[in-house]
């Protein structure tokens, strides 16, 4: 099992959900999740950090969370399909949350898109026009 | 005995729902991605399946971290569109099938896949996309679906090859039901796309159509591909495709391509959807 992770870190730009990502964000995550439920929603609206206390989370998840720095809720553990429930509840589309993540305008993200993605021969993190 | 007649693979992108949903399929960004689904359509009017095998993954909708299962197959009579934190999409509750999908899971099992068996579940944009694709916005859906929710979040997810190998097993399963109907299976996601990090964007044209091509052609050689190579060559959420492996392992080895669309971008994916049948 060494090897099988081992070959995927090697990837830039990504982090895959594997074993230890998935212990050290549950929190994150199953605070994430309970964003599906409209009066979550309200809560974490009316008081984040408030509603954040009600998950045993770590200082940094939390920041990070507040912070809506989502390479870092990654990092700490999150996975992308929990935490689009936050952009979600942000009222983000997911598109603008992939802008964010690249650090590209969402504009400038859009077109890149638009012209075909970014294709394997392109740098990882902002492209420019 | 039953018998399934036609594969059919689609993406399974929200934004596509959401568009549908909002109105927006005829604005220019959309109508490249929808005009692809017309021949899909008409061929399902045609055909008229009896049922649908529904391969797609949850999204954290139905499965939280609490329980992660690697193949679920849904029995119950009905599924409810899930809330993904906008409200549920407005779409019709899917009816079930539960004598075929309690079926399937017997023999699967008996067959050595160790399958979960779902009583009640919501169905969140991946298995409510295709559908909306396929059908466009009815007031019921034509036919009852059997949905197999497969891990594809939580590594390690099935390898492709044990995906195509189920899709043999459900072919087993299916044939040994006792009606004459005809069952359509679906397998959905992908097609090239990575939705985190700074890498978020990333596209693979070549990729995608190699995969297009292989599906009708060469399939045991799509099958030994690793999860390491979509990761690197599709995306981190590429390997959603190992799911249209389930489909293409239900059909015979050699199948027609009825129909081929392709597009980017769909929001931040690859948009691809394929059918083929049985000959």
């Not at chain 1, 983000?92 to 964010?100: G, I, N, R, V």
């Not at chain 2, 008229?48 to 939280?64: C, Q, R, T, V």
């Not at chain 2, 899709?167 to 679906?186: C, H, P, T």
């Not at chain 2, 979509?230 to 392992?249: D, K, N």
């Amino acid at each position: 099992m060494t090897d099988y992770y081992d070959s995927f870190k090697k990837i830039p730009g990504t982090v895959i959900f594997d074993a230890t990502q998935s212990r050290i964000g549950y929190h994150l995550n199953m605070f994430a999740m309970s964003l599906m439920k409209e009066e979550n929603r309200l809560a974490f609206k009316n008081n984040e950090d408030e509603y954040l206390n009600t998950f045993p989370m770590t200082i940094d998840q939390h920041a990070a969370v507040r912070a809506r720095d989502y390479n870092k809720m990654i990092e700490l553990g999150g996975n992308i399909y929990f935490l689009a429930k936050i952009g979600a509840t942000d009222g983000h589309s997911f598109q603008k949350l992939a802008s964010l993540m690249t650090g590209m305008p969402e504009e400038s993200y859009r077109q890149m898109m638009i012209a075909g993605g970014r294709s394997p021969s392109m740098p990882i993190g902002p492209v420019e026009k | 005995m039953a018998k399934i007649i036609a594969g059919v693979a689609t993406s399974h992108i929200p934004a596509v729902g959401a568009a549908l949903d909002l109105g927006k399929s005829t604005e220019p960004y959309w109508v490249p991605v929808f005009s692809g689904y017309d021949h899909a359509k008409e061929w399902f009017k045609e055909i008229k399946p009896d049922a649908i095998i529904l391969i797609y993954n949850d999204h954290a909708s139905a499965f939280s971290l609490e329980m992660i299962p690697t193949f679920a197959i849904g029995c119950a009579p009905s599924f409810a569109p899930a809330d993904e934190g906008w409200g549920p999409r407005p779409v019709p509750t899917v009816q079930g099938y539960p004598e075929l999908g309690w079926h399937i899971a017997q023999s699967t099992i008996l067959d050595e896949f160790d399958m979960t068996i779902i009583n009640k579940m919501d169905v969140d944009h991946g298995l409510t996309v295709p559908l909306s694709l396929m059908f466009g916005q009815p007031s019921e859906w034509p036919c009852k679906v059997v949905p197999l929710a497969v891990n594809v979040v939580q590594y390690p997810p099935p390898t492709g090859n044990r995906c195509y190998q189920l899709g043999k097993a459900i072919r087993k399963a299916v044939e040994s039901f006792e009606s004459d109907e005809r069952i359509v299976i679906m397998g959905t996601g992908g097609m090239s796309h990575q939705l985190q990090g700074p890498r978020a964007g990333f596209i693979n044209k070549e990729f995608d159509k190699a995969f297009l091509d292989g599906l009708t052609a060469d399939p045991d050689g799509l099958a030994k591909i690793p999860h390491i190579t979509y990761v690197e060559q599709a995306g981190s959420e590429g390997i959603e495709l190992v799911m249209w492996l389930i489909m293409r392992g239900a059909l015979n080895t050699s199948v027609k391509e009825v129909h081929r669309h392709y597009h980017v971008p769909a929001s931040n994916t690859a948009v691809g959807h394929i059918i083929l049948e049985n000959l």
